[in-house]
């Protein structure tokens, strides 16, 4: 056929005569149970879904106009496609496409108040998914079957006579169904406090308090999303999205979806950071600085307890495995006693996951150096910070045990020029955990294992240099003030005893020796 001209008479005329194929639009309606309506037409064999052909008008409109015409139903709200369906003209004389959509009435449409057009329809019932498709004839079946599955995902499906279309490995991953990913942020400050967002919506039960984050689109990773709602709901454009810390997965449930989050920590902010923070988006109308009891408090019970195991996986370096807020076997942040197995009664958790749920404890190293004087040497990362013996945290993962740890830590924290004297073992100092660590949570216990570095001559103070980060404190005068800390202060004290004595190595609880 000639094509028209640019003239909107001619293009009307166009389409007035161009053939085309007929067309369908059919309801997939569910009741608060979750079973399907049918009817059965009484001008065919079989039951089928309400619905019926479309006239010159659009596939939405027709089909809300047939569901009033059929069953009374108004006011019912035309959702997503789920399908469509192509047959070629062999079948019935003519090309036709077939749509089927999802409809969701206004409340519950009990089947007595259904008005059924008793020259077209027979019945109408509501029957289980499993029993609507045995119902249905079967040049139907596949296509209602394809349009259920799509009702669970994300996806519309592309159907030939019932089938699937072929499509390319990218088009293939693109309609799988999958849960939806969502991302939160727990932002900490420099204060031990952790930031609740309240929104302008509702997180479940009437509160409108939560974490900052939302849903991870499809072109993103979930650090990705959580950067960019960082950026939409609280202006925060240059403070970078930290590591996972939890991840919490919901089953399909009232909005027919699974859902997976995914918790990053982010900070702590600084004072300049926190004071910036604004509400582009309008999302977010406050936020609220807290001590973690008071947020968790405040907080919805699955989104408390996101942020209660978050802040334990991140205080012990771990990621949380949580399933509705609820620690799994296996998970870092362990099991609550009352999911774990009695007394006598048989352990069935994996080996993996029982290495998992045991407790953590962090391991160190350090060394003991004086100088001819008798003076200690003591270090520090940063200004402000404690100061505290060379050494560090033990590389266990890698395969380092605690004398290689304090060897490269020495040269670490005193230069590449500084002597690496380890001597015998002076003690093992036992530090209980629950001391104040990130945003408020709790660190682990740890072992430090304390070496003697012995007595360094002039050649190697001087080695030393004098920068920031080095002092030599006189134990009887300059110990368990506030630079060193009390339990640095007794710690040094009872080696020195033991390098003096020079028996077996001694048992330490936070600095301080254990009576038998």
Same mark, same amino acid.
């Given at each position: 056929?000639?094509?028209?001209?640019?003239?909107?008479?001619?293009?009307?005329?166009?389409?007035?005569?161009?053939?085309?194929?007929?067309?369908?639009?059919?309801?997939?309606i569910?009741?608060?149970?979750?079973?399907?309506?049918?009817?059965d037409?009484?001008?065919?064999?079989?039951?089928?879904?309400?619905?019926?052909?479309?006239?010159?008008?659009?596939?939405?409109?027709?089909l809300?106009?047939?569901?009033?015409?059929?069953?009374?139903?108004?006011?019912?709200?035309?959702?997503?496609?789920?399908?469509?369906?192509?047959?070629?003209?062999?079948?019935?004389?003519?090309?036709?496409v077939?749509?089927?959509?999802?409809?969701?009435?206004?409340?519950?449409?009990?089947?007595?108040?259904?008005?059924?057009?008793?020259?077209?329809?027979?019945?109408?019932?509501?029957?289980?998914?499993?029993?609507?498709?045995?119902?249905?004839?079967?040049?139907?079946?596949?296509?209602?079957?394809?349009?259920?599955r799509?009702?669970?995902?994300?996806?519309?499906?592309?159907?030939?006579?019932?089938?699937?279309?072929?499509?390319?490995?990218?088009?293939?991953?693109?309609?799988?169904?999958?849960?939806?990913?969502?991302?939160?942020?727990l932002?900490?400050?420099?204060?031990?406090?952790?930031?609740?967002?309240?929104?302008?919506?509702?997180?479940?039960g009437?509160?409108?308090?939560?974490?900052?984050?939302?849903?991870?689109?499809?072109?993103?990773?979930?650090?990705?999303?959580?950067?960019?709602?960082l950026?939409?709901?609280?202006?925060?454009?240059?403070?970078?999205?930290?590591?996972?810390?939890?991840?919490?997965?919901?089953?399909?449930?009232?909005?027919?979806r699974?859902?997976?989050?995914?918790?990053?920590?982010?900070?702590?902010l600084?004072?300049?950071?926190?004071?910036?923070?604004?509400?582009?988006?309008?999302?977010?109308?406050?936020?609220?600085w807290?001590?973690?009891?008071?947020?968790?408090?405040?907080?919805?019970?699955?989104?408390?307890?996101?942020?209660?195991?978050?802040?334990?996986?991140?205080?012990?370096?771990?990621?949380?495995?949580?399933?509705?807020?609820?620690?799994?076997?296996?998970?870092?942040?362990?099991?609550?006693?009352?999911?774990?197995?009695?007394?006598?009664?048989?352990?069935?958790?994996?080996?993996?996951?029982?290495?998992a749920?045991?407790?953590?404890?962090f391991?160190?190293?350090?060394?003991?150096?004086?100088?001819?004087?008798?003076?200690?040497v003591?270090?520090r990362?940063?200004?402000?910070?404690?100061?505290?013996?060379?050494?560090?945290?033990?590389?266990?993962?890698?395969?380092?045990?605690?004398?290689?740890?304090?060897?490269?830590?020495?040269?670490?924290?005193?230069? !590449? #020029?500084? $002597? /690496?004297?380890?001597? %015998?073992?002076? &003690?093992?100092?036992?530090?209980?955990?629950?001391? *104040? @660590?990130?945003?408020?949570?709790?660190?682990?216990?740890?072992?430090?294992?304390?070496?003697?570095?012995?007595?360094?001559?002039?050649?190697?103070?001087?080695?030393?240099?004098?920068?920031?980060?080095?002092?030599?404190?006189?134990?009887?005068?300059?110990?368990?003030?506030? !630079? #060193?800390? $009390? /339990?640095?202060?007794? %710690?040094?004290? &009872?080696?020195?005893?033991?390098?003096?004595?020079? *028996? @077996?190595?001694?048992?330490?609880?936070?600095?301080?020796?254990?009576?038998?």
């Open positions: 056929m000639t094509r028209p001209a640019a003239d909107p008479a001619d293009l009307s005329a166009y389409l007035a005569v161009h053939p085309a194929p007929v067309m369908a639009a059919d309801a997939l569910r009741d608060e149970t979750g079973r399907i309506l049918l009817v037409p009484s001008y065919k064999e079989g039951w089928d879904l309400p619905g019926g052909m479309v006239d010159d008008e659009e596939p939405v409109a027709a809300e106009r047939e569901l009033h015409e059929e069953l009374g139903i108004r006011g019912a709200r035309v959702g997503r496609l789920l399908a469509v369906d192509s047959m070629p003209k062999e079948v019935y004389g003519r090309s036709q077939a749509c089927v959509y999802a409809v969701h009435p206004r409340g519950p449409l009990p089947l007595e108040e259904l008005s059924l057009q008793r020259e077209e329809l027979r019945a109408a019932e509501y029957v289980p998914e499993r029993e609507a498709l045995r119902r249905l004839p079967k040049p139907l079946r596949p296509r209602v079957a394809a349009a259920l799509a009702s669970l995902g994300s996806y519309t499906a592309q159907l030939r006579q019932g089938r699937a279309v072929p499509v390319d490995l990218r088009d293939h991953y693109a309609l799988l169904p999958s849960p939806m990913t969502a991302a939160a942020a932002i900490t400050d420099g204060r031990g406090r952790v930031l609740v967002a309240e929104h302008s919506y509702d997180h479940g009437g509160s409108p308090y939560g974490l900052p984050g939302g849903m991870v689109h499809a072109q993103e990773s979930p650090r990705r999303g959580a950067a960019r709602e950026a939409e709901e609280l202006g925060l454009t240059e403070v970078p999205v930290g590591r996972l810390v939890a991840v919490d997965s919901t089953p399909a449930r009232t909005y027919g699974a859902l997976d989050v995914q918790v990053f920590a982010v900070g702590p600084t004072d300049e950071q926190a004071a910036s923070i604004g509400f582009p988006d309008g999302e977010i109308l406050a936020v609220h807290l001590p973690p009891d008071e947020a968790l408090a405040l907080l919805p019970a699955q989104i408390g307890n996101r942020l209660r195991y978050g802040l334990r996986a991140l205080a012990a370096g771990t990621v949380a495995h949580l399933e509705g807020g609820l620690p799994q076997p296996g998970s870092p942040v362990g099991v609550p006693s009352s999911r774990r197995p009695s007394p006598g009664e048989p352990d069935t958790t994996a080996c993996a996951d029982r290495r749920l045991r407790a953590k404890a391991t160190a190293a350090a060394v003991l150096l004086t100088d001819p004087a008798g003076r200690v003591l270090v990362a940063a200004e402000g910070q404690d100061w505290a013996l060379p050494g560090g945290p033990v590389d266990s993962d890698g395969g380092e045990g605690p004398r290689e740890a304090a060897r490269r830590a020495v040269r670490e924290r005193l230069g !590449p #020029a500084a $002597p /690496v004297p380890v001597g %015998r073992l002076l &003690a093992v100092d036992w530090l209980p955990g629950g001391s *104040a @660590g990130c945003a408020g949570a709790r660190f682990p216990a740890e072992a430090l294992y304390v070496y003697d570095g012995g007595v360094l001559d002039e050649a190697a103070v001087a080695r030393l240099g004098s920068g920031p980060g080095v002092w030599r404190a006189a134990p009887d005068r300059d110990l368990g003030g506030p !630079p #060193a800390g $009390p /339990v640095t202060a007794a %710690r040094v004290r &009872a080696c020195l005893a033991a390098r003096e004595r020079g *028996a @077996g190595a001694l048992e330490l609880a936070a600095g301080h020796p254990v009576e038998d």
